[in-house]
T-cell receptor
Framework: DTGVSQDPRHKITKRGQNVTFRCDPISEHNRLYWYRQTLGQGPEFLTYFQNEAQLEKSRLLSDRFSAERPKGSFSTLEIQRTEQGDSAMYLC?????????????FGSGTQLSVL | AQSVTQPDIHITVSEGASLELRCNYSYGATPYLFWYVQSPGQGLQLLLKYFSGDTLVQGIKGFEAEFKRSQSSFNLRKPSVHWSDAAEYFCAVASESNYQLIWGAGTKLIIKP
């Protein structure tokens, strides 16, 4: 499978626990994005990497959220001290080239449920 | 601030009928516009995009969209829908930095047999 893969597909956790999600982009893609999507809404931007550099981070992203992309390959998104409001689908996308000609490829997402 | 509005939460269309999904954007300069489709259990897939040039853009799966600057619209159309087109459709505009997409809330397309 040469698409964007995300792991796990589903995560159920208790409030206050830490969770970590992984995204493996398409191998030659230099751009990687994290988005969050709640029911009935479009995706909401969280953060963006170009290679290993995190170039943009949403103001909505609290300090409980952190993302990394070591070596410019896979990426992880960690949420510390989860809250019920963090329940959402977390989407990863990758792309190649400059933004004006960009086609993003999305993974199927990680569905997080915080109890 | 940039924004995207999709006025219709749900649209129901008979199989074989034509389709138009509405999208309005708010953006000061020439926008980069996108339509994506999300099927249940599937990742978002790009249908088409507009950056410049011809205002009528052709996409995959028989979809097209027309950019109308005077109306700040980028409506998606298909002349004859198939049951497999049932999905959620999202319109998006690239941010000024081009680092992110700003999305509408989506329109769920329901196909009647």
């Amino acid at each position: 499978d040469t698409g964007v893969s995300q792991d796990p597909r589903h995560k159920i956790t208790k409030r206050g626990q830490n969770v970590t999600f992984r995204c493996d982009p398409i191998s030659e893609h230099n751009r990687l994005y994290w988005y969050r999507q709640t029911l009935g809404q479009g995706p909401e931007f969280l953060t963006y990497f170009q290679n290993e550099a995190q170039l943009e981070k949403s103001r909505l992203l609290s300090d409980r959220f952190s993302a990394e992309r070591p070596k410019g390959s896979f990426s992880t998104l960690e949420i510390q001290r989860t809250e019920q409001g963090d329940s959402a689908m977390y989407l990863c996308a990758s792309g190649q080239g400059d933004a004006t000609n960009e086609k993003l490829f999305f993974g199927s997402g990680t569905q997080l449920s915080v109890l | 601030a940039q924004s995207v509005t999709q006025p219709d939460i749900h649209i129901t269309v008979s199989e074989g009928a034509s389709l138009e999904l509405r999208c309005n954007y708010s953006y000061g300069a020439t926008p980069y516009l996108f339509w994506y489709v999300q099927s249940p259990g599937q990742g978002l897939q790009l249908l088409l995009k507009y950056f410049s040039g011809d205002t009528l853009v052709q996409g995959i799966k028989g979809f097209e969209a027309e950019f109308k600057r005077s109306q700040s619209s980028f409506n998606l159309r298909k002349p004859s829908v198939h049951w497999s087109d049932a999905a959620e459709y999202f319109c998006a505009v690239a941010s000024e930095s081009n680092y992110q997409l700003i999305w509408g809330a989506g329109t769920k397309l329901i196909i009647k047999p």
